[in-house]
């Protein structure tokens, strides 16, 4: 097994503890070159980080994630948010829109079921229907809710439950900058990192989810 940053019990990069850190070949700090890092960020990417950063510390474990979503679009000058929601998060992304609004945000929103294309256009039939008592189903359109929200000027798109793959699509064909609300989990009530602290007790069966659902292909 490769290790990795997963997997360092020290996170002695946070503390700047050199003598702490791993080996080179297994840590990231000691075998690449802090400069390479640095030149990734353009002018955009410096001004995101930089009040991304503010935000950290001045709501640190005090602002929800709606706050620090509104607080975090303010510091950046934007003025206008797309949401993209699943359908099953309409009363969210309602409540959502209604609190950007009481904060002086413009606000404009697509549903993952806008254009109404039916799942034949992605070759999925009836048995793979979420509901298999209907004759048509419509898709879900990431990359049409991104591409709507992006051409209406918005400066910033939120996601707001989008499924597992359809948020994939969602941010690839994103022309402005995304963050996440919150994600999709219909069995934990949509609290994803459930299943990681309980992963040592009642969802022990995570560790074998693929062998025990899709056999040992090859």
Request: aromatic share 10%.
């Amino acid at each position: 097994m490769k290790f990795t940053c997963a997997d360092c019990p020290s996170k002695a990069c946070e503390d700047l503890e050199y003598g702490k850190m791993p080996n080179e070949a297994s840590c990231i700090t000691k075998k690449v070159d802090q400069e390479w890092f640095k030149s990734l960020y353009g002018e955009e990417d410096l001004k995101i980080a930089h009040n991304a950063a503010k935000v950290e510390g001045d709501g640190y474990c005090r602002w929800t994630r709606v706050e620090e979503t509104m607080a975090f679009a303010h510091n950046m000058g934007y003025k206008k948010i797309g949401i993209g929601f699943c359908t099953g998060f309409s009363r969210e992304a309602a409540t959502f829109a209604k609190i950007l609004r009481s904060n002086g945000f413009e606000v404009e929103a697509a549903s993952c079921k806008c254009g109404s294309v039916t799942k034949d256009f992605i070759d999925i039939h009836k048995d793979h229907y979420a509901n298999k008592k209907r004759d048509i189903e419509v898709m879900c359109n990431p990359a049409g809710q991104a591409e709507y929200l992006s051409a209406q000027g918005c400066d910033l798109l939120v996601v707001v439950g989008l499924c597992v793959g359809h948020d994939t699509l969602f941010i690839k064909h994103s022309k402005v900058p995304v963050t996440v609300l919150t994600g999709k989990d219909r069995a934990l009530a949509h609290n994803p990192v459930g299943a990681l602290y309980l992963a040592d007790s009642y969802l022990k069966r995570v560790y074998t989810f693929i062998k025990d659902n899709f056999g040992d292909e090859e």
